[in-house]
């Protein structure tokens, strides 16, 4: 079985820009989330879907934003990027909310 | 708002010793939790889940267990080899999110 799948895996962007991440979960996982991965913060929550619907959302601007398809895969966009969201993004699946897997991540750098 | 700490931050040992890693938290209203690893720019691995209603488990060399009531949880690495080297994190799981420990990392010696 096919793991989780990332797009695309490097970006570069320049500070005002914007971005769209791409997460292909785990076939038959119906929950998806996402995660910030920075040195200095660590692993932070981002958002989590399931069947299309937001659960639940961590402490983030609302330059953040994601949404999830009919057939579970995910977007996560970040809008008027600043040099602070360079960071590895992580996106995970799971069944429900038990065993959650993850993704190889995006590596975001904005100059 | 959970709170996740791991002891060490980091640890060096030579092969074949075993490694014994520690998190604690602050909430014990978990509904489970998971050890993963992570390598050099990678993303993360899972390597245990232990269920709130479960005091342990085990795969292979790795045993974990856990004590909600006193919000701790050990990961035991038996055996050690140069490959177990990478960060370990430990999260743990409630209001559908993963709340992550800073992560120890793990050098073996060979």
């Known amino acids: 079985k096919a793991g989780v799948t990332q797009t695309p895996r490097y970006l570069i962007k320049t500070r005002g820009q914007q971005v769209t991440l791409s997460c292909s979960p785990i076939s038959g996982h119906r929950s998806v989330s996402w995660y910030q991965q920075t040195p200095g913060q660590g692993l932070q929550f981002l958002f989590e879907y399931f069947s299309e619907t937001q659960r639940n959302k961590g402490n983030f601007p609302g330059r953040f934003s994601g949404r999830q398809f009919s057939n579970s895969r995910s977007e996560m966009n970040v809008s008027t990027l600043e040099l602070g969201d360079s960071a590895l993004y992580l996106c995970?699946?799971?069944?429900?909310?038990?065993?959650?897997?993850f993704g190889p991540g995006t590596r975001l750098t904005v100059l | 708002k959970q709170e996740v700490t791991q002891i060490p931050a980091a640890l060096s040992v030579p092969e074949g010793e075993n490694l014994v890693l520690n998190c604690s938290f602050t909430?014990?209203?978990?509904?489970?939790l998971q050890w993963f690893r992570q390598d050099p720019g990678k993303g993360l691995t899972s390597l245990l889940l232990?269920?709130?209603?479960?005091r342990e488990q085990t795969s292979g060399r790795l045993n974990a267990s856990l004590d909600k009531s006193s919000g701790r949880s050990t990961l035991y690495i038996a055996a050690s080899q140069p490959g177990d080297s990478a960060t370990y994190l430990c999260a743990v799981s409630n209001d559908y999110k993963l709340s992550f420990g800073a992560g120890t990392t793990v050098t073996v010696r060979a």
């Open positions: 995970a699946s799971s069944l429900a909310i038990n065993e959650q897997f």
């Open positions: 232990i269920q709130s209603s479960q």
């Open positions: 909430d014990s209203a978990i509904y489970n």
